[in-house]
C-alpha cells in the first residue's frame, strides 16, 4: 500500500522530475473568516511543471454544492461538471461545463504529498 507525505515545493519538484505519484489537497474559505469551510483532496494525474511551479489538472468532477449548518453536500438538480488547475504557490482556477473562458481564480492553501511506496 502506497502512503503520501507532504512535501515542501522543492522536495515536489524533485519528486515531479523523478515522476513519483502525487496527490493535491486544498482548502477553501469562503467567507474569509480564517476558518476552513470545506477540503479536497484528488489525485494528481496530469502534471505540468513550469517557470518554478508544478500544476495538477484536476480530474473533471461533477458539481457539489455544501449544504452549510446541514452537515450534508448535495448535488444541484442541474449540475455541471468542474475543471480545475491547481498551482503549486496555492492558486486554483476553475470553471464549470457550458462556460467556455469563464474560469476563476481562488488563492487557497494547496497541500501537495508524495507517494512513498
Given at each position: 500500500?502506497?502512503?503520501f507525505?507532504?512535501?515542501q515545493?522543492?522536495n515536489?519538484i524533485d519528486?515531479?522530475?523523478?515522476?513519483?505519484?502525487?496527490?493535491?489537497g486544498?482548502?477553501?474559505d469562503?467567507?474569509?473568516?480564517?476558518?476552513i469551510?470545506?477540503?479536497h483532496?484528488?489525485p494528481a494525474?496530469?502534471?505540468?511543471?513550469?517557470?518554478?511551479e508544478?500544476?495538477?489538472?484536476?480530474?473533471?468532477?461533477?458539481?457539489?454544492?455544501?449544504n452549510?449548518?446541514?452537515?450534508?453536500?448535495i448535488?444541484p438538480?442541474?449540475?455541471q461538471?468542474?475543471?480545475?488547475?491547481l498551482?503549486?504557490?496555492?492558486?486554483?482556477?476553475?470553471?464549470?461545463s457550458?462556460?467556455k473562458?469563464?474560469s476563476?481564480?481562488y488563492?487557497?492553501?494547496?497541500?501537495?504529498?508524495?507517494?512513498?511506496?
Amino acid at each position: 500500500m502506497e502512503t503520501f507525505l507532504l512535501v515542501q515545493k522543492k522536495n515536489l519538484i524533485d519528486a515531479f522530475r523523478k515522476g513519483a505519484s502525487i496527490r493535491v489537497g486544498w482548502e477553501l474559505d469562503w467567507n474569509k473568516d480564517n476558518k476552513i469551510d470545506i477540503t479536497h483532496w484528488t489525485p494528481a494525474k496530469f502534471l505540468t511543471e513550469f517557470e518554478g511551479e508544478i500544476y495538477a489538472q484536476i480530474s473533471v468532477i461533477e458539481q457539489q454544492r455544501p449544504n452549510k449548518g446541514k452537515s450534508d453536500i448535495i448535488f444541484p438538480e442541474k449540475s455541471q461538471q468542474w475543471y480545475g488547475l491547481l498551482r503549486s504557490d496555492g492558486v486554483l482556477k476553475g470553471r464549470y461545463s457550458g462556460k467556455k473562458g469563464m474560469s476563476k481564480s481562488y488563492n487557497v492553501r494547496s497541500m501537495w504529498c508524495v507517494g512513498n511506496p
